[in-house]
């Protein structure tokens, strides 16, 4: 369908007819990511305002069998949001109310297009914080989509254990609802589960019921150098395995910390060196604090700097947060880009060394960053513009890495999600396929929710 | 097909021909559970040693159309493990191999027929355990096939928050893994957490990886009296909003503690009691322990009772798990059965309140039993036996009770599992439906998994 034509069907189902648009310039800013594939603009652009429209939308798709392909803070990678096929892009940023915000039962319940930070806005003065924290501003409902995680996991765990219930649009235009209010069940299948993560190719997600959490009393920063990554990671795991409960525990290597300080202006030293945050009541984070520092003193950890002045620990965190963008000034010129495999934490310190070799073979730059605590780490990897060896370089380098993490028994995608990488998932879960693709068909029979992601066409 | 023909055609598939059973005793002991669902032989039953035989089985069953029913440790309800179909009762007891215990990765990789106590056993020695206690001894395959949770959950999680990884056998009978042994993934379908809590209705699961958590250096019980039950959920709400992690947070009415304290010679005093265990450090368990005793003292809470000493708290939690073992002591001629709806932790004092008007509505006994911190809370209530007309009265007071948690938000099952009760998962999640049917559908199209569990065949 021609996009006049197109928008012509549309603007009825709509309240007001500039909620679609057939402009070069929204298609055009819907038609790509922060990834390395090629951009694909979509037919038309809605920008839904209510669950009931996105239902009238999706039922239309369904009918005319037009691709659509939800769209929320367009923060995400990997080609999740590009619309491949053409089609809608459903624009959820204009649905962003926060429709109820529980302190007794530590819930909030928000639009698809509610960004994280908003919501903290309003979460914080009663003292409770929404955890999930992937770095960027997203869109809750695109983490949902995604399952999103960050440097809060290794306490709070993902999107997945944050979601207590969602409303979606199924694929024939019907509303439906996930799970309850109630903080545990066992009725059926985990139908919120199985959206969480299904990257818009099994319903659009229109409203969620989000797991708050209070905010610890006490925060607590802690920055140690190590003289070897085998020696933080190994203290990462003996920080964990006496009971800590670290709200971050992130790992970066000597080559990527003298990027960032020098960036950021940090003085730190060099080396690799592991950022800690602890938090709980005041006692427990001192008490926690203690065993810490005993136990990086242990591996023989060096310049230990502890911060509990809160605008101390944001410059901490955001130097941490801003490896991509010291990468990025650093290479002018260069697109930065991600890898985001994990693998059991044992293996974190050989799969390190391992990429360090890797991104050298493939005469690649790299900064190192991991989620210590979860094995998940990332290349923040600077790709030569307008040169297709270069990201072919970039494409090599990331197939070499998932093939190692899968061997070490890990993932090829801990929080980014699969998207157009295809074969990464055929690569993890071969024997698992059949049935992912029987999900899949099962609810979108026509298969125009997001097609082209998670699974190849048959 | 007759129970010796299929025994003939079984007996083929396994090492050894004792494997397969069509005796009367063993068909009988796989005919029931402990609800009040109506016995129902399986016509053979075969006790698996290894994948390769389960795969083999389902195959075998797949291509003949023959139900095949899993059966763990017969610790479950609801119906979930009566062949209600007859065919085939695969019993996975014999597969109870712990096959790897990794102590640096908090991880292990179990068969479905371990027992939850043995898994401790191995693990606590080396300062891990397996938190989830569902009370009964029961096997960690049927604990994933339910979700099970329990006591600890306020803290933990349920079954679905500690199964990092899968083996099962898919309905065609083909060996798939799920889920990859790295702490996080958002590759594809969450399909780890789908066979989680399918009750045996998707997949027959013949391998977990589960995750382990450390044994708190320091662990403190505390019980408390208040004047009512809404000022002990009130505490209750207090501790956690508080951030202090409890690890067990129960309560018990007045009528129940009265019962229990009598059976089990404990000269607790009378009114609702909550029952909090607090772990962490010995620093922060008594930092926590301090918060409680403060915040328990604002609600009015009195006979505050401090256990540190080992022997003393598992005497505590005995007394707490055996409320079913006292009714049942107190009630002779009577079977012991239980409701398990769940509701928002703010809903909690009226739908008790409601719960007590409601069993003196049916005329039925009951003690009730509430993990306070989740919402969840169970009668437990004695149905003279042979008493047809007892049996309708509980299944009334059981309907009243989901009809009044579904209309505060809540849900039908928190922690049991749907099994029979099929038109308890349509009235929560009639919306949801047809898409749960469609996933059923999609990875069982002969419908031989567990038939008639779950959702009730269209």
Not at 5 to 12: D, F, I, R, Y
Not at 380 to 396: S, T
Request: aromatic share 4%.
């Amino acid at each position: 369908m021609d996009p006049l034509t197109l928008s012509a069907k549309l603007s009825p189902l709509l309240a007001e007819p500039a909620q679609v648009s057939v402009g070069d310039s929204e298609r055009d800013l819907h038609a790509e990511d922060s990834s390395l594939f090629a951009p694909h603009r979509p037919d038309a652009v809605v920008f839904a305002r209510s669950s009931s429209e996105v239902a009238a939308v999706v039922a239309f798709a369904a009918a005319e069998h037009i691709p659509v392909t939800p769209y929320g803070a367009g923060t995400s990678n990997g080609g999740k949001t590009i619309p491949v096929r053409g089609g809608i892009s459903l624009d959820l940023s204009r649905m962003a109310e926060i429709r109820l915000l529980d302190t007794e039962n530590r819930l909030a319940v928000v639009q698809p297009g509610v960004l994280r930070e908003t919501l903290n806005q309003r979460a914080g003065p009663v003292g409770l914080s929404f955890p999930i924290d992937p770095g960027a501003n997203a869109s809750l409902g695109g983490m949902a989509a995604t399952n999103a995680s960050g440097t809060t996991t290794v306490r709070y765990g993902s999107m997945r254990h944050h979601v207590r219930a969602l409303e979606v649009v199924l694929a024939d235009g019907s509303l439906a609802r996930t799970g309850t209010r109630a903080a545990k069940s066992s009725a059926g299948y985990d139908m919120t589960g199985l959206f969480v993560g299904s990257e818009g190719t099994l319903a659009v997600i229109t409203e969620l019921t989000l797991v708050l959490q209070p905010i610890p009393e006490a925060v607590i920063a802690v920055r140690v150098t190590f003289s070897s990554v085998d020696l933080a990671v190994r203290s990462a795991v003996a920080i964990i395995g006496a009971g800590t409960l670290p709200i971050r525990l992130e790992l970066l290597d000597g080559p990527t910390i003298a990027i960032v300080s020098e960036h950021f202006g940090m003085a730190w030293p060099p080396g690799p060196t592991l950022f800690i945050e602890l938090g709980g009541s005041v006692a427990s984070a001192s008490s926690d604090l203690e065993t810490v520092v005993a136990l990086v003193a242990d591996a023989g950890g060096r310049h230990v700097a502890v911060e509990r002045d809160p605008t101390a620990r944001q410059a901490l965190w955001r130097a941490r947060h801003g490896v991509g963008a010291a990468m990025a000034a650093r290479y002018p010129g260069h697109n930065v880009r991600g890898t985001d495999v994990c693998v059991p934490v044992s293996e974190l310190p050989a799969a390190l060394r391992r990429a360090r070799d890797l991104a050298a073979e493939f005469r690649l730059e790299a900064a190192v960053i991991a989620h210590a605590g979860d094995g998940n780490y990332h290349l923040v990897v600077p790709v030569a513009l307008g040169q297709p060896e270069a990201v072919a370089r970039f494409g090599g380098l990331h197939r070499a890495l998932v093939g190692d993490a899968l061997a070490r028994a890990g993932t090829s995608t801990a929080e980014h999600g699969i998207g157009l990488m295809t074969g990464f998932l055929e690569a993890e879960h071969g024997d698992l396929l059949s049935a992912q693709r029987a999900v899949k068909q099962a609810l979108d029979p026509a298969g125009i929710l997001n097609p082209g992601k998670i699974i190849a066409p048959s």
